[in-house]
């Protein structure tokens, strides 16, 4: 996950579906160690539904669509 997803995106699983900050801390802990995307180890980690992570998936692609190209 690019760097300048990182911010918008925390807020928005902290605003927008409510994720506590300690399980996010948790889960970033666990993508980093992983090198894994966040939103799957919500998922995997029961943090976010099915719903809520196609929810996600769809607002990092409309995100980058708005925001240009972004490189990986």
């Known amino acids: 996950m690019p760097k300048e997803l990182q ?4 807020q928005y699983l902290r605003h927008t579906l409510a994720i ?12 980093e160690a992983s090198m ?3 939103p799957m180890v919500l ?11 196609n929810q996600v998936l769809d607002w990092i692609d409309n995100r980058d669509t708005n925001e240009g190209d972004l490189s990986y």
């Open 43 to 53: 998922w995997q980690y029961g943090l976010i539904d099915l719903y809520e992570l």
């Open 20 to 31: 506590p900050t300690d399980a996010l801390k948790m889960a970033v802990k666990f993508t």
């Open 36 to 38: 894994g995307s966040l």
């Open 7 to 10: 911010t918008p995106l925390l």
